[in-house]
């Protein structure tokens, strides 16, 4: 691109070998890790259970650390656009899963996010060729709430805290999935006004 006196030059792009992006791959590398902790020992209460649940609180929350320092450094990349919301999907799908082989959590409340969460990462490529779609806020408040979700069915607070932690993890896990399907098809609306076709006479 040129400008009216003469070339500019082009901004200097950040490697896509950056902090964030490690500590993203990392979060993905993490996710069959921690479900093989989760499913060892039947997902019973015990050192294996709340080290899963430890670990999957500690990844999910790497999910904010490196789109902070991404954005703090200018180290934004369309690798890491692309492949944040793809370890978010990866350690909470895994998660889902685990519950769900467990016998904790409606197999059709897991297969309702996976279908949901698949679909929009497959649509992110294929549309990749003309724009990259990063995650929107509803996404990211839709992450944050399934990891709240997530994270609270993993630890066994009920034996804790008394049965009434069923119901907080329920309350939390519908919000969740409202916000998980409603933020999908928020996606296509959206996309599909910002890239709608001039009409033709
Ligand atoms: O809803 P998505 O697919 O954009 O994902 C959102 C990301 O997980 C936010 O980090």
Do not use: C
């Not at 200018?74 to 909470?92: E, F, S």
């Not at 997530?150 to 009434?164: C, E, R, Y």
Request: aromatic share 8%; net charge positive.
């Amino acid at each position: 691109m040129t400008s009216a006196g003469g070339a500019l030059t082009p901004a200097s792009k950040p490697s896509n070998l950056n902090v964030p992006n490690v500590i993203t791959i990392v979060r993905i590398l993490l996710a069959p890790v921690f479900l093989i902790m989760l499913l060892v020992d039947n997902g019973q209460d015990g050192p294996l259970r709340w080290a899963a649940a430890a670990l999957f609180i500690v990844a999910i929350a790497t999910d904010g650390i490196d789109g902070h320092i991404a954005r703090k450094y200018d180290l934004v990349t369309d690798l890491g656009k692309l492949l944040d919301p793809i370890a978010d999907k990866v350690l909470t799908g895994a998660a889902l899963v685990g519950l769900s082989i467990l016998g904790e959590l409606w197999w059709w409340v897991t297969i309702v996010i996976l279908v949901r969460e698949i679909g929009i990462t497959v649509w992110r490529f294929l549309v990749l060729s003309d724009r990259v779609v990063p995650a929107s806020r509803g996404g990211k408040l839709k992450t944050l709430f399934q990891s709240f979700a997530i994270s609270f069915a993993l630890v066994p607070l009920p034996n804790v805290l008394g049965d009434w932690m069923y119901w907080v993890n329920w309350v939390l896990m519908a919000i969740a999935l409202v916000l998980t399907v409603v933020t999908g098809i928020d996606y296509i609306v959206q996309d599909q006004r910002l890239n709608r076709r001039p009409a033709q006479r």
